[in-house]
């Protein structure tokens, strides 16, 4: 920093105040990181459906309609099936639904979604038929509203987060340009290719999820309806959301789910009739040609885009899910994209002490699928 910025106690009590609200954005973001982080996916998500609406209406109306047409149904629709699954779940007891349940805990809390919210409507309802126990009834049932509410909070906020985003990001981009670095500048440079990144990651990867899910979904249930009576697949909506959620990890895809769930459909067969291992069989057939082929060789590459590792998204996915929870998912691409452009862009200048320029090395290129040809990381091209 300028030392006659620092002699100047104005602008050193403003900078002051501005390390003070620095703190304090910190500060909240990390209280709410996970509402912020879904709040980015959400924008990420649906950004190009908005970028086609804004060809016909202004970017206020453009933003609301990608909100109300495509955010809250593909959420609601989730929600649905996570209930479904859910339920599914509870069905079922023994040692395989307990190996699933462990499967999806970091991700969602089972336990606390099925032995919380529920059981306990389950036990209000049976308290308010009896007598002499309402005090306790209503603060049972404001416990369970409680919850209810805080989670629809985190989603309400998420959601109006990436509507101001989608509502207001040409003039953030445009305040960037004018404040911070322009077209060609080492800043613009390292944003875009951020952008770049966090478009391809989200949006494509989470696209090839809910295709993958619903795709599983069918197959699920509909191999049920082939299934010998003693042979059919338990949980399949369930199952097939944790395919989905497998498919998030690049090269796992489905294998996760399915792999298992064939060979316990085989042994199963085994152990009652060893004929019956035609079912078994075309389980791994059809779950291979859809679950896996489909997704590796043509839903991801062409949602996205191939312009990161795939080794390193897929410790992204891993890492973060084990560190932060529910929100790894989101949080820790967040991580690897912003570490890959630096060191792409900003760190060969800082170790060999030249001029910090807005092209990458192609000897620092460590984040990108390997290609033919030179890579390059000048992302300005790519800012939206």
């Not at 509203?145 to 101001?164: E, I, R």
């Not at 770049?196 to 949006?203: A, Q």
């Not at 085989?266 to 291992?277: C, E, I, K, N, V």
């Amino acid at each position: 920093m300028n030392l006659d910025v620092l002699g100047d106690r104005s602008r050193l009590g403003w900078w002051l105040v501005g390390l003070v609200v620095a703190a304090t954005v910190l500060f909240v973001g990390y209280s709410f990181v996970g509402t912020f982080v879904l709040g980015l996916f959400v924008y990420y998500a649906v950004r190009p459906v908005n970028r086609r609406l804004e060809g016909h209406v202004s970017s206020g109306p453009a933003a609301a309609l990608t909100m109300v047409v495509v955010a809250l149904p593909a959420l609601l629709l989730g929600a649905y099936l996570v209930v479904i699954g859910l339920g599914q779940l509870s069905s079922l007891q023994g040692p395989f639904a307990d190996q699933y349940t462990q499967f999806l805990q970091p991700y969602f809390d089972v336990s606390k979604l099925r032995g919380g919210p529920l059981d306990a409507l389950s036990s209000l309802r049976q308290q308010l038929s009896g007598s002499g126990v309402f005090q306790q009834a209503v603060s049972q049932g404001l416990g369970v509203l409680s919850t209810l509410t805080g989670g629809l909070l985190h989603v309400f906020l998420s959601l109006t987060f990436a509507f101001y985003l989608l509502r207001d990001d040409h003039d953030l981009a445009a305040w960037f340009r004018a404040e911070v670095g322009e077209e060609g500048t080492t800043p613009h440079a390292f944003l875009s290719a951020i952008d770049r990144d966090l478009h391809s990651v989200y949006f494509g990867n989470v696209l090839t999820v809910l295709l993958v899910a619903l795709v599983a979904v069918a197959v699920y249930n509909g191999l049920n309806v082939l299934a010998p009576p003693r042979l059919s697949i338990p949980l399949p909506t369930t199952l097939a959301l944790a395919t989905g959620l497998a498919s998030f990890v690049p090269i796992v895809v489905g294998k996760l789910v399915y792999v298992p769930l064939g060979l316990y459909l085989a042994g199963q067969a085994l152990r009652t009739d060893p004929t019956l291992l035609w079912f078994p069989a075309l389980f791994f057939v059809v779950a291979f040609v859809l679950l896996d082929m489909l997704p590796v060789m043509f839903l991801r590459p062409y949602l996205s885009g191939q312009t990161l590792h795939t080794g390193l998204v897929m410790f992204a996915y891993i890492l973060g899910t084990v560190l932060f929870g529910w929100y790894g998912l989101f949080f820790g691409p967040l991580v690897v994209v912003f570490v890959v452009q630096f060191v792409n862009i900003v760190l060969p200048g800082l170790l060999h002490g030249g001029t910090i320029g807005p092209k990458a090395s192609p000897a620092t290129d460590v984040g990108s699928e390997p290609a033919a040809g030179t890579a390059e990381t000048d992302g300005a091209s790519g800012a939206e």
